[in-house]
């Protein structure tokens, strides 16, 4: 059975700080897709990224970077130079290719908190 | 864009009452799900749909009911709303398919008194 386990309940930093949310999976699968949301506090999930199984590249986009480490099992999400806007609920998800659940497992979220 | 949006965003109820919770997806999407959040236990899935008239219980089923009559168009169902239905609720769509991105409502709040 797939699982996601987001460690961290809650993260407090201040602005400009440099902050890493972990994610840890468990899947028997050997294709699978793992996500990244991210909740404001207006409640809407918006989709940040996706990987799947075959492809450990990491991956950049501005502040955003994301560590994909297969013998760790490990999706891990950084956010660079932290801004308050980044406040919101951060969940990580996987879900199984044919033959698995292709519905996604969701972790229990990191809510971040950015002060100024 | 991909659009879903949820009937209400804020909804109060009384114990006993039925409660209709409406989500529209504009983007012919295949999959719709209903989840429920409540501080600490993240996104549960309550039940799914891939297709029209198909349903599939999640992880927290009971005491919910669906309908999908259209594709566009997931209900879910509150035969006789409970105080521990207190939550928030999301709607999702997306296509078939374990790589396809989930697209989110902004999710109805509901109190039950």
């Known amino acids: 059975a797939q699982k996601v386990t987001q460690a961290q309940t809650e993260i407090s930093v201040v602005e400009k700080e440099d902050v890493t949310l972990d994610c840890v999976y468990e899947t028997r699968d050997t294709t699978y897709y793992l996500f990244w949301y991210k909740q404001p506090p207006s409640g809407e999930l918006v989709f940040l990224i996706r990987r799947n199984s075959f492809d450990e590249q990491n991956e950049i986009s501005g502040r955003y970077s994301w560590n994909f480490q297969k013998s760790t099992s490990s999706f891990n999400f950084t956010i660079t130079a932290s801004q308050v806007v980044d406040s919101a609920v951060y969940f990580c998800a996987l879900s199984e290719a044919p033959g698995g659940s292709y519905i996604p497992t969701f972790g229990r979220g990191t809510s971040l908190i950015v002060h100024p | 864009d991909v659009k879903v949006t949820q009937s209400s965003r804020y909804l109060v109820k009384r114990t006993g009452e039925k409660v209709f919770l409406e989500c529209v997806q504009d983007?012919?999407?295949?999959?719709m799900f209903w989840y429920r959040q409540d501080p600490g236990l993240g996104l549960r899935l309550i039940y799914f749909?891939?297709?029209?008239?198909?349903?599939e219980k999640g992880d927290i089923p009971e005491g919910y009911s669906v309908s999908r009559e259209k594709k566009e168009r997931f209900s879910l169902i509150l035969e006789s709303a409970s105080t521990n239905q207190t939550s928030m609720y999301l709607c999702?769509?997306?296509?078939?398919?374990?790589?396809?991105?989930?697209?989110f409502g902004p999710g109805t709040r509901l109190l039950v008194l």
């Open positions: 749909s891939y297709d029209v008239k198909m349903k």
């Open positions: 999702a769509s997306s296509l078939l398919g374990a790589q396809e991105t989930q697209y």
């Open positions: 983007m012919d999407h295949e999959n």
